[in-house]
């Protein structure tokens, strides 16, 4: 029988009521024995459980239970697959309800706004909308288990230097566009349980305290109707936080502001209200969890190792190849680097994961018995080199005919709790790539980090594999992908800029510690560097294979489409090579129209194919108008002008293989009113003045005997007509065009016309 929520609390005491809106202890709900409220348990995740059974500590392992570690989020965004991050929540799912936990705190769906923030790897993209689908379908995995998502960290946590004060300075709308898409479609395609706010300060006000972020935007715009959650730590005023749309408190705070609330109702500064919906929203997570716990659950860890390396093999990226993969049976081949022994597999902080078992590249390779070599060359942790070690290194590679440098971010390099001050590998590991692959012209580099890296030795090396933090079955994984037991199929889901000094938010990241200045807007990753026609090392979106596909035939159902309808396009994509595979079709949308301040192209579709050798398929995506749209801060809504959109396809961004070109009409009419500074140019642009506007401009050429212009040369008319549209309405007063209280009377006349009057 389902709970009746409202009728429980309407039977709990003040202090009950309060009680329930924050923590037990460091991870558990409080309950009401006496109405039979259970506490539950939530625990860390998003790549695996981290289930305390005593205490917390919320940085480190401390006693957490041995479970899978499957492939962080920097990794499996790279797979470009839905279903597989469904099938990652599934079996996340699966273990939350055999450990008995209610609520696994992710996904992380903060935007990658510098390679910098220690915590990208836990991030899915630079790109809202990859990050909205994925989150997404991560969400619907988990929860269908009746086991709670926990959508974080909402909003605008991207460093992790002063997260818990610092305010992020953004404008309406590069928020909108950039920075809270991600979870809109995650809210509204997930449906998540719960929405952990931030620790910071959004435009000068704490997240947990943002009424027009918790409740305004989240609530009554996207139809959220679950439990807002603070980061651990996060609730400022509690009071505030409650009149705001904050719902639960972790972890407890010995009382201390469950006393807060019960007192602001007492003196009449709270609606006993709010605090009755914060505690239904808290307890629809925890019945809906109690009510379908499934008591004889379990999983088998071995058989979920096997999903994790599964999994990781369609992540990895196949960042450069001249040839020399995949690596031949009979083959010499050297192992270099300490993490082809002991992989760097996941990242540090609160989501790191006591791994039932981890593999190793090398220990996979003399499993198979393959003819392989291992010097250590450099050590996994730390940035001294030892000359003896390079020197082994060199050798081994020299009497090679292939050497495989296993380099990667050491784990304090980058952790939650601090950023990395620079995008560089460990010194060491630069300098052995270097003097190892020039001995060895066939050097292969798999990396193993959490974000985004300078790689100056990428045209040195034959090829570079990007496993990044991989999980527990990374060693396996990049095994199979070196041997071609299996075909790269991964893309990057962020861009490898050649400098970190190239990167958008250089000037401004991190901030003073009080603010920090999102001043790049909207051209965050990819938006900017091809706006601004910059060299990047790898591009968004990009990653080879070893089989090779051809784009055909791109249409459309329609020529036009108009508000509210949908467009779908369709490519046929062919396997021309000798090895069966999986291409990502990427679909980007550019404004044809002159629109000012837009990205060059923008992401907005994307689907993942098997093919056969020869095989074909055809692939169909859909788009509609909040595909075309920006946000305009003035309309308060997304807004697409009438005209002529690009349809892009391709294999990355830099790699756009075909372009059609569709009609959009609409509707919506962006707020206009006409003032003396007006010019004729704005006034033309709006349909609703331009009829006005044009009989005026016809009259006043046909008084003045100006009927003749068409013979004037094509570089006078353009210079003509560039002027008179930059013209404002102040300045026909100047040249005698009209008087003063003539244009007074012509802004009225416009402005009615605006009003349909």
Not at 106 to 134: A, H, M, Q, T, W
Not at 191 to 205: F, I
Not at 414 to 422: K, P, Q, V, Y
Request: net charge negative.
């Amino acid at each position: 029988m389902k709970t009746d929520i409202k009728k429980l609390v309407s039977q709990m005491t003040l202090e009950e009521k309060a009680g329930l809106c924050s923590g037990l202890d460091f991870w558990h709900t409080k309950g009401v024995a006496r109405l039979g409220i259970p506490p539950v348990m939530l625990s860390d995740g998003p790549h695996g459980l981290r289930k305390q059974e005593t205490g917390g500590d919320h940085l480190g392992i401390g006693e957490s239970i041995r479970a899978t570690c499957f492939p962080a989020a920097c990794a499996t965004a790279s797979s470009f697959d839905e279903s597989l991050l469904e099938r990652l929540g599934d079996a996340l799912g699966r273990q939350c309800q055999a450990k008995d936990l209610a609520v696994l705190l992710g996904p992380g769906v903060n935007i990658k706004r510098s390679p910098l923030c220690g915590r990208n790897f836990e991030y899915i993209s630079e790109d809202p909308y990859l990050s909205g689908k994925l989150g997404a379908a991560w969400i619907r995995g988990l929860q269908a288990h009746h086991v709670g998502a926990s959508l974080k960290h909402f909003a605008c946590n991207n460093q992790e230097f002063s997260r818990m004060g610092c305010s992020s300075e953004v404008d309406e709308r590069t928020l909108r566009e950039i920075y809270l898409t991600p979870f809109e479609i995650a809210v509204k395609e997930g449906k998540p349980s719960t929405v952990m706010c931030a620790y910071n300060k959004l435009n000068g006000t704490f997240c947990s305290e943002n009424k027009r972020l918790l409740t305004d935007i989240l609530r009554t715009e996207w139809g959220f109707d679950g439990a807002v959650v603070t980061d651990w730590g996060a609730a400022a005023d509690r009071v505030k936080g409650i009149l705001a749309g904050e719902d639960l408190e972790m972890p407890d705070s010995g009382g201390e502001n469950d006393a807060l609330i019960v007192r602001a109702v007492r003196e009449g500064k709270l609606d006993e209200a709010l605090v009755d919906q914060a505690v239904e929203n808290i307890l629809q997570f925890v019945f809906d969890y109690t009510e379908n716990r499934v008591p004889d659950a379990a999983y088998d860890l071995d058989a979920y190792h096997t999903l994790a390396v599964e999994m990781e093999t369609e992540c990895a990226v196949l960042l450069e190849n001249n040839g020399v993969l995949p690596l031949r049976a009979g083959q010499k081949v050297a192992y270099i680097g300490a993490y082809a022994e002991a992989p760097r597999y996941q990242g540090s902080g609160s989501s790191r994961v006591n791994a039932s078992r981890v593999t190793s590249a090398l220990e996979t390779a003399r499993d198979k018995g393959r003819d392989v070599t291992y010097v250590q060359g450099f050590p996994g942790e730390g940035d001294v080199l030892d000359e003896a070690e390079l020197e082994k290194a060199v050798e081994a590679a020299k009497n090679a005919e292939v050497a495989v440098v296993f380099a990667g971010l050491p784990d304090s390099f980058e952790s939650e709790g601090f950023d990395r001050t620079h995008m560089r590998l460990p010194d060491c590991q630069n300098k052995l790539i270097a003097a190892v692959s020039a001995v060895q012209p066939n050097t292969v580099v798999v990396l193993h980090n959490g974000s985004a890296v300078e790689c100056p030795w990428a045209d040195q090396v034959a090829a570079v594999l990007e496993m990044y933090l991989g999980g527990q079955g990374v060693g396996q994984a990049a095994d199979a992908l070196l041997w071609g037991e299996a075909n790269p199929s991964g893309r990057l889901a962020e861009t490898f800029p050649l400098h970190l000094e190239d990167n958008p938010s250089y000037l401004n990241y991190g901030g003073d510690g009080k603010k920090v200045r999102y001043a790049e807007g909207i051209y965050v990753g990819y938006r900017y560097y091809e706006k601004k026609k910059m060299p990047v090392r790898w591009a968004f979106g990009h990653g080879l294979s070893y089989t090779s596909f051809a784009y055909e035939n791109l249409r459309t159902d329609k020529t036009s489409f108009a508000d509210g309808e949908k467009l779908i396009v369709s490519v046929d994509v062919r396997n021309t090579g000798a090895m069966a595979g999986k291409e990502v079709v990427q679909l980007y949308v550019a404004d044809r129209n002159g629109t000012p301040n837009r990205p060059l192209k923008e992401f907005h579709a994307f689907q993942k194919v098997y093919l056969e050798p020869g095989e074909v398929k055809t692939v169909s995506m859909v788009l509609t108008d909040r595909s075309l749209s920006y946000y305009d801060a003035d309309l308060g809504d997304w807004y697409a002008p009438s005209g002529t959109y690009a349809i892009l396809v391709g294999h990355a961004s830099d790699d756009i293989r075909l372009e059609t070109e569709v009609q959009f009409q609409t509707a919506k009419l962006l707020p206009f009113e006409v003032s003396s500074s007006t010019t004729i140019g704005e006034l033309l642009a709006d349909p609703r003045t331009k009829p006005v506007v044009g009989a005026f401009l016809a009259e006043r050429l046909a008084r003045r005997g100006h009927t003749d212009l068409g013979t004037s040369s094509e570089a006078d008319q353009k210079s003509r007509n560039d002027m008179m549209y930059a013209m404002p309405l102040k300045s026909l007063v100047s040249f005698h065009v009209l008087t003063h209280d003539g244009m007074v009377a012509f802004i009225d006349q416009l402005n009615a016309a605006i009003q349909g009057n």
